[in-house]
């Protein structure tokens, strides 16, 4: 065993809530030893993989490197040695009558656990969550939880162990929180495992190991058993490389830096809303989508399909690129892009169609970092001021009209994170359909991270939903 994983474990573990005492007693030969082989089977992969001393790992990614700590301890809690002797046990047999009742009862439940994928919902801030075992499968199940249920949202993915203690259904010290990408790797290796496991299994001579690898691997909750290094090592290199990570050159789908861009015509006086309103119609290439409140800006079309219309108007610029969004309001028109380019082109575009109606637009513009920070919770700035005679009533009302508007459009383009697949066209495989709602999942994720007096927050997507027939995914 490497000196450093065994120095390492006594510098990150702390004693802490019910297993307190087991912290300490994992410190005493032979449980040290132990220990340091279960950092050396959670931790040193991942740290190897980045090139990074293990002792660096909380510089590198700070608290985390505690979870993936918790992680391993949790599992040496329950792994059994070739000698059968087990930590939770022998504290038990040794200084179990030390315990209360509550505490004795989580140990041992923590000692008989399995780490598994749970998927989040019904979040009740406080009190507690559903989580779906998305390795196992089944009924979702009500987990009481207060200070993690301040953080989770709808749709957060979270490798954890939940135990029952005494009829409380709660989680155990180490959650780890993945990416749903990540999660969806972690399911498909687990899958492979088992799929393979036969394969495996037939080159084993030994027939008594060879029916206990079947068995092992084939079985869920034998697969869990042995599956915590793995999960652990995925997430910690994960978590190792989003840290390491400089911030990726951003672009949009014309290869143009991303710069988030406002720009702010006032009207002239004596100039009406229907002015502009009749100015813009007439444009190419900008659609009204609200009776000319609300205006889309499109990339110009192909020449293949210059002419042709659909059957049905609503759908004649699906798969368009969208460029930008206009707003007309009572005294002023916002345009807004995302690169310095575009609004270089919407400028040269509107120029001399509003010409003597509006005067030189004001530029705001946001850079991605500025934009990143402006979600970091206490250094955010205020948000910003409500339009004179708008209250928040009317500004929710007016937000979620508009995303109902984006979204519709939304679902007859092609998304990315959908084989460049429109929505509609992606929800008539069942591999699509699947791919939609976990697409789905993550805009209301995202939405739920909002602060509560966003306007987006509460902003309802089960129309998406109902409309692509998907529903019975949602659960």
């Not at 504290?91 to 598994?116: C, F, H, M, P, Q």
């Not at 919770?377 to 009302?397: K, V």
Request: a negative charge.
């Amino acid at each position: 065993m490497r000196p450093a994983a065994v120095e390492f474990g006594d510098a990150m573990m702390a004693p802490r809530g019910n297993a307190r005492g087991l912290v300490e007693w994992s410190r005493r030969d032979p449980w040290r030893e132990r220990m340091a082989e279960m950092v050396e089977r959670h931790i040193r992969r991942a740290c190897d993989l980045n090139d990074i001393d293990i002792y660096d790992l909380p510089d590198v990614i700070g608290e985390h490197a505690m979870v993936a700590m918790d992680c391993a301890f949790e599992d040496c809690c329950t792994a059994t040695w070739k000698d059968g002797s087990n930590l939770a046990n022998d504290y038990l047999k040794r200084r179990g009558w030390k315990e209360t009742v509550i505490n004795r009862s989580y140990i041992e439940a923590l000692r008989d656990s399995v780490v598994s994928l749970y998927e989040v919902s019904d979040v009740r801030p406080g009190e507690s969550f559903l989580a779906r075992d998305l390795v196992r499968g089944g009924d979702p199940i009500r987990v009481s939880e207060r200070t993690a249920t301040k953080t989770l949202v709808q749709w957060d993915v979270i490798a954890t162990r939940i135990i029952t203690v005494r009829g409380v259904v709660q989680m155990t010290g180490a959650v780890l929180a993945v990416e749903r990408g990540l999660a969806d790797e972690m399911l498909a290796l687990m899958r492979r495992t088992q799929s393979r496991a036969p394969e495996a299994a037939a080159e084993i001579a030994d027939p008594e190991f060879r029916t206990r690898l079947e068995t092992e691997l084939v079985n869920d909750e034998m697969l869990l058993s042995i599956a915590a290094p793995a999960i652990t090592t995925l997430w910690l290199n994960d978590t190792i490389r989003r840290y390491l990570a400089p911030l990726p050159d951003m672009a949009n789908s014309d290869g143009e830096k991303i710069e988030f861009m406002t720009l702010h015509y006032r009207l002239l006086p004596g100039i009406t809303v229907a002015q502009v309103a009749e100015a813009l119609a007439g444009t190419p290439d900008i659609r009204d989508e609200d009776d000319g409140k609300h205006w889309i800006w499109f990339a110009p079309e192909k020449p293949g399909r210059k002419g042709r219309k659909s059957a049905q108007a609503d759908h004649e610029d699906t798969g368009r690129t969208i460029y930008g969004h206009l707003t007309l309001g009572a005294s002023k028109l916002e345009v807004m892009v995302n690169s310095e380019d575009r609004a270089t082109r919407i400028r040269n575009i509107l120029a001399p169609i509003l010409d003597g109606l509006v005067q030189s637009p004001l530029v705001e513009r946001i850079t991605p970092e500025q934009a990143m920070a402006a979600r970091g919770g206490a250094s955010a700035p205020a948000a910003r001021s409500l339009p004179e005679g708008m209250s928040p009533e009317d500004m929710r009302e007016a937000v979620h009209q508009f995303l109902d508007r984006q979204y519709r459009n939304v679902l007859r383009q092609k998304v990315p994170a959908l084989g460049d697949k429109t929505p509609r066209q992606a929800v008539r495989s069942a591999k699509g359909r699947q791919a939609v709602a976990n697409w789905l999942k993550g805009l209301e994720q995202n939405n739920a991270r909002l602060p509560a007096d966003d306007p987006m927050h509460d902003f309802d997507f089960s129309w998406m939903w109902e409309e692509l027939g998907i529903t019975d995914l949602r659960s």
